[in-house]
């Protein structure tokens, strides 16, 4: 029975979870997050149910109010649907657990705002993933971004001018799509996907057809963040509050990738394909190198987030197996790994007080644990094997070869190396004493009185370490990023159980 | 030309329109001309949804009896209006959105001069 309402229930504990929050946290905070920590939870398990059950019996297809689907709206739960429910509903579990201290740390007089919204936005993702209609996929898709616009404006002083930056930018990309669901319904009379998989063949390469791919690529490209119009994405992740950097980074821009999954089953034009396989291509390469210039180190996750997008736009365009497996394995590693890296961002800005990474010698001395968690999470970005990283990189790369695509085969490698250059920048400057040239200690005087001679850099290092107490995140903050971070361990080695999942799911190519 | 014109004269009031709004969105520096620039475009989107339901000679979508339901020719297609009152809606909660963040914002920096502000945000 209930295995039935599973493509509606998920969305509808978020929605119910939004709605209950305001109230029950009217006199209590702890309420709030009470509320929202149990909806999530409950999400996540029947995201899990509903994983296991289209496995072992296929799809489910829920239909709004009994309406049959070509007129009345349908929700569908395939294996690949399923898996990003897990995905995203995992993550925001995680981040729900983490969320309590460092709310308190940085926001607190609006804590019961943010967890409403919270809730509200993974609504509108979770509704935006089991939709198997174009126009409800649009109403999703501005649930999901007002909310986001609402956690994204709460931060420091410049949150809410990047804020409406982002609102102007995604609210025209939302436009471009509605028009480009215009032009299809133009021209099959239709909105339901699965119908319009039927109906498209007939009016295959029309003007209208083209078009229409074209306007609503490029409005998902704006909410993945890809390369020429990425620019709101490090600037609200870098002025948001850390909660919410940790709660949206992960999943946000995930959901638009595996949207342009059914788009591309629904109906290839290869010109289209070509393009953003070089869009997703110089999106790698660009993202890697602006981090490298990065200051701030949570601007730096943002850039390497626009790398990331583009290597899981790379594995769909490519179209091979191997490269779609990489590319759904890397959302499941990005997700895990974005959200160590930031809510480990969070709590460096809470204990450390800076995020600027040339201030950050001597973090693993304050925050050992955060610090194990992190370079793992670090490993995983790079690619380094026992992580998830090194699996869905090489899946990607085998894809690429399958393919037959050097350029792009260059690319994946290339910008591997570029990850490794902007984080273990971080890593040497955090992680190790500064370099003490030997040769510029003593300054060889021939007359005169010696220069008075103070070794900054013995100061600066050995008696400020011993100086720096350890300071790590509170228990309720470290536990959700210790497990994540063992489980980017787990699932890397345990990735065929994962692998087998995803090729459930595959599309026919 | 001439002919063209009188078949498309909907498109092309429509694109001349959404240039205007993409044009405000990029180009204007006042963040409450970028506001209405985004509220032009969207009221375009809305307006082409209402362009492809429209056929020649229907009425309005509600039964009529001298035409039964076995000419649906002379009616309209509503399903694009019903739409679109979703689509309205969302536009207003975006365009109220805006407005309440260029309070948010005016209040912090006291100018909407997107020039100005970057400026003020330097020293941070």
Not at chain 1, 395 to 411: K, R, S
Not at chain 2, 28 to 40: E, F, R, S, T
Request: hydrophobic share 55%; charged share 10%; glycine share 6%.
């Amino acid at each position: 029975m209930i295995t039935q309402n599973i493509p509606i229930l998920v969305p509808v504990i978020y929605l119910i979870a939004a709605a209950a929050v305001p109230l029950l946290g009217y006199k209590r905070t702890l309420f709030a997050f009470c509320t929202a920590l149990f909806g999530s939870a409950a999400a996540f398990c029947v995201g899990i149910i509903g994983l296991i059950s289209v496995i072992t019996n296929g799809p489910i297809s829920y239909h709004i109010s009994g309406w049959m689907p070509p007129i009345g709206i349908e929700l569908v739960l395939d294996p690949l649907s399923a898996f990003i429910i897990v995905v995203i509903s995992g993550s925001t579990l995680m981040v729900m657990m983490y969320s309590m201290n460092s709310l308190a740390q940085e926001i607190p007089d609006k804590i019961v705002p943010f967890y409403s919204l919270s809730m509200l936005f993974l609504f509108g993702l979770s509704g935006m993933t089991v939709t198997g209609d174009l126009f409800n996929f649009f109403v999703f898709l501005e649930i999901s971004a007002v909310a986001g616009y609402g956690l994204l404006a709460i931060g420091d002083r410049r949150a809410p001018f990047f804020a409406f930056r982002y609102l102007t930018l995604g609210t025209a990309a939302a436009a471009f799509y509605l028009l480009g669901v215009a032009f299809i319904f133009m021209s099959t009379g239709t909105l339901n996907i699965a119908d319009i998989a039927q109906v498209l063949p007939e009016v295959k390469d029309h003007p209208p057809v083209i078009i229409a791919l074209i306007l609503i690529i490029l409005s998902i490209s704006i909410k993945m963040g890809l390369f020429p119009v990425h620019q709101w994405l490090p600037d609200t992740y870098t002025s948001a509050s850390s909660t919410a950097t940790a709660l949206i980074a992960p999943i946000g821009t995930k959901v638009a990738a595996y949207f342009l999954i059914r788009i591309f089953t629904l109906y290839e034009y290869p010109p289209i394909i070509d393009i953003l396989s070089i869009v997703a291509a110089a999106s790698i390469i660009a993202g890697s190198l602006l981090a490298i210039v990065q200051p701030n180190l949570k601007r730096m996750l943002a850039y390497s987030s626009v790398a990331n997008i583009g290597y899981i736009m790379l594995g769909i365009t490519l179209a091979t197996p191997m490269a779609y497996i990489g590319a759904l394995l890397h959302i499941l590693n990005h997700t895990m790994m974005k959200f160590v890296l930031f809510a480990s961002a969070g709590g460096i800005m809470n204990n450390m007080k800076t995020l600027d990474i040339t201030k950050l010698i001597g973090f693993p001395t304050v925050m050992p644990l955060t610090a194990v968690a992190f370079l793992i999470a670090l490993f995983s970005m790079v690619g380094i094997p026992p992580t998830v990283g090194f699996f869905s990189k090489i899946y990607l790369l085998l894809g690429a070869i399958e393919a037959q695509e050097w350029f792009y085969v260059a690319a994946i490698v290339l910008s591997s190396l570029l990850a490794l250059v902007y984080l273990f920048r971080f890593i040497s400057i955090a992680f190790f004493r500064p370099y003490n040239k030997s040769d510029d200690k003593k300054i060889v005087q021939v007359d005169g009185p010696p220069l008075p001679y103070t070794d900054l850099s013995e100061n600066n290092t050995n008696k400020h370490f011993e100086a720096m107490k350890k300071n790590d995140m509170s228990p309720s903050m470290l536990f959700p990023v210790l497990l994540v971070a063992v489980g980017i361990l787990i699932f890397g080695i345990f990735n065929g159980y994962i692998v087998s999942i995803i090729s459930k799911s595959m599309p026919v190519f | 030309m001439l002919e063209f014109i009188q078949d498309y004269y909907a498109f092309i009031f429509l694109a001349l329109l959404f240039t205007i709004g993409l044009y405000g969105m990029m180009v204007k520096q006042n963040l409450v001309k970028k506001a209405l620039g985004m509220a032009i475009v969207q009221a375009t989107v809305i307006m082409f949804w209402i362009v492809s339901a429209y056929k020649d000679g229907a009425g309005i979508p509600i039964f009529d009896k001298r035409y039964g339901v076995e000419n649906p020719e002379m009616y309209i297609n509503p399903l694009p209006h019903a739409m679109m009152l979703t689509a309205v809606v969302v536009a207003i909660i975006t365009f109220g959105l805006s407005l309440a963040l260029i309070i948010a914002i005016y209040r912090e920096y006291n100018t909407l001069h997107e020039p100005e502000l970057l400026d003020q945000m330097k020293d941070i």
